[in-house]
């Protein structure tokens, strides 16, 4: 798959398949729009190209911090595990914001880029103030030669699949399950491993403590979950975890902390990096009276997280 950042060295093609969007999370609703890009591009002999934009268009237009499942670099990795052969990620800045729906059609879809085809989904906006519509697409693409084809909604029990909706599981209910249905995978994520205060280790339940790199990644609910853990430079087969995202309140903590107890494993993982998938929640976070109850509860965590992974191994 061919990466480009910007427009600089696209070389226009106007036999390209092509579809736009932010496409976070690349959840089964972007998957499907994908692989009817990919279908049309070998029908017509010509290039499935994906467009999509960073930072975030509600950031730059906004100034929201709007909380991402997936960072530029795991979004254009999706995409390209979809089969698609090019994907282009263009700066969103203020200028670019201004641009009409009509020009950014004619300027850089027709102009820069070229098309034959466009694939969007059922609700698909562009140009300044989301003012395009697929009602306007189709009349440009009257104009400039390219066909439009539209992508229904996609459901997950009677759930419409979307970004916002899976964001809204993931942060408010730590629903991981149903967030993961939606996204066609479990939802994951990737940190550096950095000391904790070792308390862990004091009650028999060591934890790499996770430093996820990028502040506007989706962080689930507080609350334990049965996770698996890849670790760096090791196979594919990942491990069992059981992590907890929180305050630990039974220590009086402040801030909120990520933390993984990789199951029946001992070893320095300290300047690693960690990818976690979630699996299950199995509890809330809260206050325990003693060491002795915190104790107790975690084996009875554990013991619930082997369950909940053992169709996995």
Known sequence: MKREYGLDQVSRNPDSVVTVGIFDGVHRGHQAILRYLRQRSEARGGTSVVVTFDPHPREVVRGEHVPLLTTVSERVD??????????IVIPFTTQFA??????????????????????????????????GDIQLLEQLGRK??????????????????????????LIDQGDVQLAGEMLGRFYSLEGKVVRGDGRGHQIGFPTANLEVGDDRKVIPAKGVYAVLVYLPGASEKPLAGMMNIGQRPTFNGIDLRIEVHI??????????????EFVE?????????????????????????????????
């Open 281 to 313: 929640r199995l509890r809330d976070e809260r206050r325990f009276s003693s060491l002795e109850e915190l104790t107790k509860q975690l084996s009875k965590d554990e013991q619930r997280c082997k369950a909940a992974l053992a169709a996995l191994f």
């Open 78 to 87: 999706l995409i390209g595990s979809m089969g698609i052969d090019h994907v």
């Open 144 to 169: 400039h030669g390219f066909s439009v084809d539209v992508i229904p909604a996609q459901a997950v029990d009677e759930h419409v699949v979307s970004s916002s909706e899976i964001r809204t599981l």
């Open 263 to 276: 199951l029946d494993f001992d070893a320095d993982l300290y300047g690693s990096g960690l990818r976690v």
């Open 98 to 131: 201004r641009l009409s729906a009509e020009e950014f059609v004619e300027q850089i879809l027709v102009g820069k880029i070229g098309l034959g085809e466009i694939v969007v989904g059922y609700d698909h906006g562009f140009g300044k103030g989301r003012a």
